[in-house]
């Protein structure tokens, strides 16, 4: 199949998640061809999903409409961005920080998929979880994973923009995460076909600068936290300055940032007084 173009580690991914070989399965049966494996799929629906992936340029993560992301499995669709993996470190971030918190309040805004809310419902569930985002058949979908994988969750969910919806609670927020979209208009057209083509330009186009959406969510942090509350913001590799900055004259507390797995300046954090 991988003769027919694409790259192998998406073959690969394709093999583990859709058909359950996994990479050390797969380097068993090399070492020794006589042992067989079975899949998990017809080998037809395997090539089916491949063609239309190299034709395409459909993600793999909507073609079987999963994606793993830290220990969880999400249902994904083209409603929502596929969770990246870079976005999994912020919740080490965030539960480090509120580790002294045993009943507090929690919002992702601009849930997606739910990947943040669901695991956040997941590692504090004694806390009090929000889930907001402007789409609603996104909204649908973070539902969906919600229930799916954390039943019992104590999360709200509301759409609309980004703090607006929270009014009621505004002042009560221990923990605050997003992965806004953040990409500058102009280089929206220079992404793979896989991202432009596929994933909901709603999600990715961070307005001229790229900061739109994090200027309001910044913002809306110093009414929205309650006192000591923290705000994790995922940014562009190339805004780290200019979000923390932002965070310090909305006169924030504790303005630090955190790399991402390449080495890259990609988390802003901070607390209100
Ligand atoms: N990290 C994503 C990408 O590079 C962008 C996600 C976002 O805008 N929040 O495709």
Request: hydrophobic share 40%.
């Amino acid at each position: 199949m991988i003769s027919k173009g694409g790259r192998k580690v998406d073959f690969d991914w394709l093999l583990d998640i859709a058909a359950g070989v996994s990479w050390s399965k797969l380097q068993s049966i090399i070492l020794n061809p006589e042992n067989f494996i079975s899949l998990e799929i017809e080998t037809e629906e395997l090539e089916v999903i491949w063609e239309s992936h190299i034709k395409d340029k459909t993600p793999l993560q909507y073609l079987i409409s999963k994606c793993p992301w830290r220990d969880i499995e999400l249902e994904v669709s083209e409603e929502a961005l596929i969770p990246r993996q870079e976005t999994e470190l912020m919740i080490d971030f965030a539960l480090k920080k509120v580790s002294n918190i045993d009943r507090g309040r929690w919002a992702d805004l601009g849930t997606g998929s739910g990947a943040i809310a669901v695991s956040l419902a997941k590692s504090l569930p004694d806390w009090n979880g929000h889930a907001l985002d402007i789409s609603n058949e996104a909204l649908g979908l973070a539902k969906k994973n919600l229930k799916s994988i954390v039943p019992n969750a104590n999360v709200k969910f509301a759409s609309g923009d980004w703090w607006e919806p929270l009014k009621r609670w505004w002042g009560s927020f221990d923990l605050v995460l997003s992965n806004p979209p953040y990409i500058p208009s102009g280089l929206i057209e220079e992404l793979e076909p896989v991202v432009k083509n596929h994933e909901p330009r709603i999600a990715l186009d961070g307005g001229e600068d790229g900061m739109k959406a994090s200027r309001a969510i910044i913002l809306g942090a110093s009414n929205g936290l309650a006192k000591g509350g923290w705000l994790i913001l995922e940014h562009h590799y190339d805004q780290s300055e200019k979000i923390t900055n932002l965070m310090k004259k909305t006169g924030m507390e504790e303005v630090s940032f955190e790399k991402d797995l390449s080495g890259i300046n990609r988390y802003a954090i901070c607390r209100k007084k």
